[in-house]
């Protein structure tokens, strides 16, 4: 099978919580799957205060982060490149970002290396996040652009020529991973099986956080079976996810039946599909068998 999907993220442990479930069940399936984190993450503060490797993390976080990022890896079977741009920051209002640092890097310049990765590693499918980074950090959004701006580039051989053969990749997708659906589904599913369950107010709370998200999923793929490999991705990023992250774990028998899928949205096609997917690869030819997709 030469399927191949390319994930684009901002900082090591966004592929983690936004599509892990996903990329471990098509390499399942056989597809190649290549994420790419465009920042080393060396600003991240840490957010696990149980830290085991606490004082690696306070002598050289950026470091820790590249074993995570393996392990990582490593948990979801897939294949990793780090682009090389340092970390933005989160800067307060009123601040500056990092100097040199990937946001303020022109897009010209940026998306270059980007292009040579898909032009070498050809993928159908790509993912990255929408306009506003799926929150406004500005790495997120710098990630965006430059997911758009090589996915376009790479298909004109008159851009970056040096960079290898013109590709056009067949599908983009935001990640829909977060949604007031998907959250007000594990709500209602509690009320009707635990309704004395502590988890109803934490899952009402960060309802209200999405309430103003709408729903954009055009394709949800049923990956329910990988949801341990997804939490064990996320538990490898240890200075940035809290092993008892009510916001990251929930209950498996709960997520499988509220919402068993990872979901994301189409915005952009050079093959013909059917809306609503189950299916990345849905209208995707196998060059190899020359059949449509991999849920066939």
Same mark, same amino acid.
């Given at each position: 099978?030469?399927?191949?999907?390319?994930?684009?993220?901002?900082?090591?442990?966004?592929?983690?919580?936004?599509?892990?479930?996903?990329?471990?069940?098509?390499?399942?399936?056989?597809?190649?799957?290549?994420?790419?984190?465009? =920042?080393? &993450?060396?600003?991240?503060? @840490?957010?696990?205060?149980?830290?085991?490797?606490?004082?690696? +993390?306070? /002598?050289?976080? !950026?470091?820790?982060?590249?074993?995570?990022?393996?392990?990582?890896?490593?948990?979801?079977?897939?294949?990793?490149?780090?682009?090389?741009?340092?970390?933005?920051?989160?800067?307060?209002?009123?601040?500056?970002?990092?100097?040199?640092?990937?946001?303020?890097?022109?897009?010209?310049?940026?998306?270059?290396?980007?292009?040579?990765?898909?032009?070498?590693?050809?993928?159908q499918v790509l993912v990255t996040y929408d306009e506003n980074g799926g929150y406004p950090h500005p790495d997120h959004i710098r990630t965006h652009e430059i997911s758009m701006a090589a996915y376009?580039?790479?298909?004109?051989?008159?851009?970056?020529? =040096?960079? &290898?053969?013109?590709?056009? @990749?067949?599908?983009?997708?935001?990640?829909?991973?977060?949604? +007031?659906? /998907?959250?007000? !589904?594990?709500?209602?599913?509690?009320?009707?099986?635990?309704?004395?369950?502590?988890?109803?107010?934490?899952?009402?709370?960060?309802?209200?956080?999405?309430?103003?998200?709408?729903?954009?999923?055009?394709?949800?793929?049923?990956?329910?079976?990988?949801?341990?490999?997804?939490?064990?991705?996320?538990?490898?990023?240890?200075?940035?996810?809290?092993?008892?992250?009510?916001?990251?774990?929930?209950?498996?028998?709960?997520?499988?039946?509220?919402?068993?899928?990872?979901?994301?949205?189409?915005?952009?096609?050079?093959?013909?599909?059917?809306?609503?997917?189950?299916?990345?690869?849905?209208?995707?030819?196998?060059?190899?068998?020359?059949?449509?997709?991999?849920?066939?």
């Open positions: 099978m030469t399927l191949r999907l390319l994930a684009i993220h901002a900082h090591p442990d966004d592929e983690s919580s936004k599509g892990s479930a996903t990329y471990a069940y098509y390499r399942s399936l056989g597809v190649d799957v290549l994420v790419v984190s465009c =920042t080393g &993450g060396e600003q991240g503060s @840490i957010l696990n205060e149980q830290l085991e490797a606490r004082s690696h +993390a306070e /002598r050289d976080i !950026a470091g820790l982060r590249v074993h995570e990022m393996a392990a990582a890896q490593a948990a979801m079977g897939i294949d990793h490149l780090w682009l090389g741009y340092a970390d933005s920051g989160l800067p307060a209002e009123g601040e500056s970002v990092a100097v040199n640092s990937f946001s303020t890097i022109p897009l010209e310049i940026s998306a270059e290396p980007l292009v040579a990765v898909i032009r070498r590693f050809k993928p376009r580039a790479a298909s004109d051989p008159a851009r970056y020529p =040096t960079t &290898g053969d013109a590709w056009q @990749i067949d599908k983009v997708y935001y990640d829909r991973m977060f949604s +007031a659906g /998907r959250i007000g !589904a594990m709500i209602t599913h509690l009320r009707e099986s635990d309704p004395e369950s502590p988890l109803i107010d934490s899952l009402t709370e960060m309802l209200a956080r999405f309430s103003d998200r709408p729903d954009l999923a055009t394709t949800r793929v049923p990956v329910s079976d990988f949801f341990p490999v997804r939490d064990a991705a996320l538990r490898s990023h240890a200075s940035q996810v809290p092993l008892d992250s009510a916001f990251f774990f929930w209950p498996h028998e709960l997520q499988v039946a509220a919402w068993p899928t990872e979901d994301f949205q189409l915005v952009e096609s050079n093959v013909e599909s059917d809306l609503p997917e189950d299916d990345l690869f849905a209208g995707v030819v196998d060059p190899d068998t020359g059949l449509a997709g991999v849920r066939r």
